[in-house]
């Protein structure tokens, strides 16, 4: 079964790093492109960044471009996300999420970690 | 101020249908394909419907979701208690060049 255990999330002050991980487990991963999903208290889903599956393709929201970025080890099996300088507004929980396929614009997020908690103050 | 818009709540009662909209425009719904995901309280997201239509691994049969134009919907028919929880659309931006999601719909079955 295919099974995705996030990790690294934490407090930090305004300005602060972070470092995101995501472990993957019961699949192929370099066979899939995969993604971080937020949701801020009270708040709905928020796409954050993608990264194809050889990792050569990444993609931002515009709300955290040129703070954030994702990466990936294949032979890790894992997913990471740096993020620094960050805001208030960073605050959410965090989701690691697989595409459907290789490239993660033609496929939608078909398995979901459990999430990690991220708090700027 | 979400990219996708949908109402943020219905409900109905037990054995009721219920339809969630979720209307974007042409560089999003109206050019790419529209995904659903069930949100249930203390869990992670579930991939629900895909590619517009199609139900993911376990999802019932008296789940659909259609598309047409820039705007798709979300019906449950034979609603049950478990289906509490958000719904959220989401669906890829050309222009954008990310995923886009809708504010999601907190769905209570009465």
């Known amino acids: 079964e295919a099974q995705l255990v996030e990790s690294g999330g934490g407090v930090t002050p305004p300005g602060g790093s972070l470092r995101l991980s995501c472990a993957a487990s019961g699949f192929t991963f370099d066979d899939y492109a995969m993604s971080w999903v937020r949701q801020a208290p009270g708040k709905g889903l928020e796409w954050v960044s993608s990264?194809?599956?050889?990792?050569?393709?990444?993609g931002y929201a515009d709300s955290v471009k040129g703070r954030f970025i994702i990466s990936r080890d294949n032979a890790k099996n894992s997913l990471y996300l740096q993020m620094s300088s960050l805001r208030v507004e960073d605050t959410a929980f965090y989701y690691c999420?697989?595409?459907?396929?290789?490239?993660?614009?033609?496929?939608?997020?078909?398995?979901w970690g459990q999430g990690t908690t991220v708090t700027v103050s | 101020q979400s990219v996708l818009t949908q109402p943020p709540s219905a409900s109905g009662t037990p054995g009721q249908r219920v339809t969630i909209s979720c209307f974007g425009s042409?560089?999003?719904?109206?050019?790419?394909?529209v995904y659903w995901y069930q949100h249930l309280p203390g869990t992670a997201p579930k991939f629900f419907i895909f590619r517009n239509n199609q139900r993911s691994s376990g999802v019932p049969d008296r789940v659909s979701g259609s598309k047409s134009g820039t705007s798709a919907s979300l019906a449950i028919s034979g609603l049950r208690s478990e289906d509490e929880g958000h719904y959220y659309c989401?669906?890829?931006?050309?222009?954008?060049?990310?995923?886009?999601f809708g504010g999601g719909t907190q769905l209570t079955v009465l």
């Open positions: 990264i194809k599956w050889n990792g050569d393709d990444t």
């Open positions: 042409r560089s999003n719904i109206g050019s790419n394909y």
């Open positions: 989401a669906s890829w931006d050309d222009s954008l060049s990310g995923w886009v």
């Open positions: 999420a697989r595409s459907g396929g290789p490239n993660y614009s033609h496929y939608g997020m078909d398995v």
